[in-house]
């Protein structure tokens, strides 16, 4: 059965997207001073879902975006709690970490919020499309029949593809994942403005949006961060007892941990993002640190998935294989993670060993464990190098004869 998609009519002007506030007030305040400066009026400033979720204002941002009167649709948290259920629906995985702390943030949001947020939350439709210039776009949380599907760059592209063909839509506007991207998929458009109530796990507090226009006819995006006054969101997080873990993100911008994550998005922790196509600006980091020169630039690690740009079968055929290797099967994700470790140094990977030191330290590896794990790779490396002494042995015995 369709799941109704609430039609908005044209819009025109500049479009300022966005997602993911998860009742940081702070964030919030800052991003509408930013449609402010920009001249965006509200009806022009969209909201992929999660108003409301880990931070400790959820009615006070509520209150905040209603007077604001920007467009949202209902994110898994407003459809959760529009039907009074007691779970996020986050489609967190059972007994991790995520899971573990919706069960503390969840039943907090749900007990700040008044009766009258808890009515206009009810309202708020699940899907709207629109007509913006020669373009059908509409807007999902996490994927059109499935909200709480977590739709990254590197995965889910049949999904996506349903996804444009069920809704005949030019353009996505997708949220949920928490991370800023766009992809082209046989001449449409995803977007995904990122999130602005939590940091983008690039190791930076900037937090992310989107500007959408048309120029000469044609449609042009950009991805932009802002920084707000992160310390306040998270001292109220502490002063509430919601997840630590959560509110220290807010000052460390990387994740607590990665469970909800494909592969190749792993590898990006703690690297801040640059964002630079032709349709885009480079959002350089605020940064007092210089990096020294060289061949090896970590940000590289972050165009990985670029490889699909100049063969896109065999790039997606390989992302698609390279997930499926890393899923837990006869051996567990944590034994995956030091074979990987080892093989990234006998092949002498250094984004391979930054991915998979990091990967390893959030599945619990200890700094012994990944030595040993190197030793072994050494180890095997070595022992390859001196078995191949007995085809010398051999050829200059036959020579010398």
């Given at each position: ?35 402010d ?8 400033c ?7 979720g ?14 604001w009167?920007?467009?949202s ?27 573990s ?33 020669d373009?059908?776009?509409t807007v ?11 739709v ?7 999904s ?21 991207f ?60 919601l ?21 190749l ?27 020294a ?13 670029k ?35 080892a093989?990234s ?6 984004y ?19 030595m ?30």
């Amino acid at each position: 059965m369709d799941k109704e998609i609430t039609h908005i009519g044209t819009k025109n002007g500049k479009l300022l997207l966005f997602g993911g506030v998860y009742s940081n007030l702070q964030a919030l305040e800052q991003l509408i001073g930013i449609a402010d400066t920009e001249g965006i009026t509200p009806e022009n400033c969209i909201c992929t879902g999660d108003i409301t979720g880990y931070c400790a204002q959820p009615e006070e941002t509520i209150e905040l975006f209603r007077e604001w009167g920007a467009l949202s649709i209902a994110g898994n948290v407003e459809l959760q709690l529009a039907n009074d259920s007691e779970d996020c629906g986050c489609d967190f995985k059972a007994g991790g970490r995520c899971d573990s702390f919706s069960k503390l943030w969840f039943p907090y949001t749900k007990g700040h919020l008044s009766k009258e947020s808890l009515q206009w939350i009810s309202e708020v439709p699940e899907y709207i499309s629109f007509d913006y210039g020669d373009k059908k776009i509409t807007v999902v949380h996490g994927n059109y029949r499935n909200t709480s599907e977590f739709v990254f760059k590197s995965n889910a592209n049949s999904s996506k593809e349903k996804c444009f063909t069920e809704t005949k839509s030019d353009v996505i506007i997708a949220g949920h994942c928490g991370l800023p991207f766009h992809q082209s998929i046989k001449e449409q458009l995803w977007l995904n403005p990122g999130v602005i109530g939590m940091p983008a796990n690039d190791g930076t507090t900037r937090v992310w949006y989107m500007i959408l226009e048309i120029q000469q006819g044609e449609l042009n995006y950009t991805h932009r961060s802002f920084e707000y006054d992160h310390t306040t969101a998270q001292q109220l997080m502490f002063k509430n007892h919601l997840p630590e873990a959560y509110a220290d993100t807010l000052t460390s911008g990387n994740w607590d941990n990665m469970e909800i994550l494909p592969e190749l998005e792993k590898m990006g922790q703690g690297i801040p993002i640059s964002l630079d196509t032709s349709k885009q600006e480079t959002i350089a980091p605020k940064t007092n640190k210089k990096m020294a020169d060289s061949y090896y630039d970590p940000k590289d690690l972050r165009k990985f998935g670029k490889i699909t740009e100049w063969s896109e079968e065999l790039g997606t055929k390989f992302f698609d294989y390279y997930g499926k290797v890393f899923e837990e099967g006869a051996l567990s994700a944590r034994e995956k993670s030091l074979i990987a470790l080892a093989v990234s140094h006998v092949v002498k990977c250094p984004y391979c060993i930054d991915a998979y030191t990091k990967d390893g330290l959030q599945k619990g590896i200890t700094k012994e464990e990944m030595m040993e794990a190197v030793h072994v790779g050494a180890a095997i490396e070595s022992g390859a190098t001196l078995v191949h002494g007995v085809q010398m042995m051999n050829k200059y015995d036959k020579l010398s004869m």
